[in-house]
T-cell receptor, first 114, second 115 residues
Framework: DAGVIQSPRHEVTEMGQEVTLRCKPI?????LFWYRQTMMRGLELLIY????????DSGMPEDRFSAKMPNASFSTLKIQPSEPRDSAVYFC????????????FGPGTRLTVT | AQSVAQPEDQVNVAEGNPLTVKCTYS??????LFWYVQYPNRGLQFLLK??????LVKGSYGFEAEFNKSQTSFHLKKPSALVSDSALYFC?????????????FGTGTSLTVIP
């Protein structure tokens, strides 16, 4: 398996623009997680899905953030409108609910909002 | 409440010396425990896990960790540190009994191995 795939790897955008981050989890994994990492706040869980259903979105900072998982092989995290304080590295991770249990992380998307 | 504590933000060790990165946890059910490593500009990489069985678990790159139920700890260890081990290390717990199988991560420990 190719592992968790994220795109784009880098995104630079201007304040007010819409940003869409994409994730393809490992095939067969039924959990998908979105995290944000910054120097100031460390690693933060934003939202996670089980079998394509959002389970906990309490970490989503505000209504400007939204996430979807239309099928088992694809998820998006959207920020609209973006702000400079959204600049961070966004990670997607997937795991199985039985069997191996550990999470596997993607390489991340480095977002810079100017 | 479920949580993970990594009491040391920074650990420095000389190359060739043993290293320990500390982790304690709090979870209501049986703990599923994990260690991850993050190299600069990379995603987190799975190192090892404890689910059940032997309290000493071995993982990638010569790392091992010891599960101690009475002390609710899961310290990461390596007998002889390498300069290439310098990285950010995260401990995590997964509560499979409650809270929807969510993962809880510590704040990370930056390990520097001095040549």
């Amino acid at each position: 398996d190719a592992g968790v795939i994220q795109s784009p790897r880098h995104e630079v955008t201007e304040m007010g623009q819409e940003v869409t981050l994409r994730c393809k989890p490992i095939s067969g994994h039924d959990y998908l997680f979105w995290y944000r990492q910054t120097m100031m706040r460390g690693l933060e869980l934003l939202i996670y899905f089980n079998n394509n259903v959002p389970i906990d979105d309490s970490g989503m900072p505000e209504d400007r953030f939204s996430a979807k998982m239309p099928n088992a092989s694809f998820s998006t995290l959207k920020i609209q409108p973006s702000e400079p304080r959204d600049s961070a590295v966004y990670f997607c991770a997937s795991s199985a609910g039985t069997g191996s249990y550990e999470q596997y992380f993607g390489p991340g998307t480095r977002l810079t909002v100017t | 409440a479920q949580s993970v504590a990594q009491p040391e933000d920074q650990v420095n060790v000389a190359e060739g010396n043993p290293l320990t990165v500390k982790c304690t946890y709090s979870v209501s059910g049986n703990p599923y425990l994990f260690w991850y490593v993050q190299y600069p500009n990379r995603g987190l990489q799975f190192l090892l896990k404890y689910i059940t069985g032997d309290n000493l678990v071995k993982g990638s790159y010569g790392f091992e960790a010891e599960f101690n139920k009475s002390q609710t700890s899961f310290h990461l260890k390596k007998p002889s540190a390498l300069v290439s081990d310098s990285a950010l290390y995260f401990c995590a717990v997964r509560d499979m009994a409650n809270t929807g199988n969510q993962f809880y991560f510590g704040t990370g420990t930056s390990l520097t191995v001095i040549p």
